[in-house]
């Protein structure tokens, strides 16, 4: 039977804390989207793990052995290569990826692998065109593609969404809705949108290809400002986002829902060495999250799916 296609929608800074309303904005805020998702749980320590019907949700382990509040760039390392970054490197690193870790982002990443075993890859986010354009420079990369994720969908070929394709709804803004787009841009044509149809052209980018790569950052951002009304807020969008992607994904794409390190569900500190978080939904959901434990864990789980799409093993 052939394996789903997969939609990879990372969350940055996103930990599976304690159910305490007082300190974790993820057990106060309201998210029915994910509420419903999860059958009635909050993403909250005392719900995972757990292996329901339509959805599973696992604590992956982002400290992979290593002293310290784990960070953001050997992180997301970590989940998208399957290799220990952190140890490797010798401490945890963030945010960005470390210089002499990038070689590895991008020629090993899952997209770059999947890609290169033939499968069709895609990542989602928008980034203006100037930036892009930076990019097939010699010049220093300016920060934002300094991090990880977009590494790695460089060394894939996949970072290509601009300004148009955010105007048409054939790209995502990293932080879902549009403002700061517009006020960046000063482009009036850049339309508003609701997070809910953020997530429905996410799903409908993602129905169309075996690997589809999203990354929202504003969780991390607001777990840094250590509020618990910024803390909710971006977890209230996030589950209005999420409604709109289950609503819309065709029934043979699996939604893996994955951070790379906690933060916001603790308003007390900076970082945590909680678990991070990682729900998976949809077709096969049971059996991969009975085989996720740590951040390292869910790349080499995907290539795996992929060859029994019919990809080859990369």
Known sequence: MKSPRVLLLFLDGVGVGSDDPSTNPLAAAAAPALRQILEGRKVVAESFPFIGTRASGVALDATLGVAGLPQSGTGQIALLTGVNAAEQFGRHFGPYAPTSLRLLVERESVLARAARAGATVTFANGYPGSLIAMAAGSARRPLPLRAAITIAALGAGVLKRHEADIISGNAIASEITHDFWRAASGRSEIPDIAAVQAGR????????????LFAHYGTD???????????????????????????DLNDDVLLIVASDHGNLEDIRMQHTRNPALCIVVGPGHQTLAGRLRALTDVTPELLGLLATRGCRRA
């Open 201 to 212: 052209n996410l799903a409908r980018i993602a129905n169309t290809h075996d690997l589809t």
């Open 221 to 247: 951002s607001a777990g840094h400002r250590k509020e618990m009304s910024a803390g909710i807020a971006a977890w209230q969008l996030v589950d209005e986002f999420m409604g709109g992607v289950v609503s």
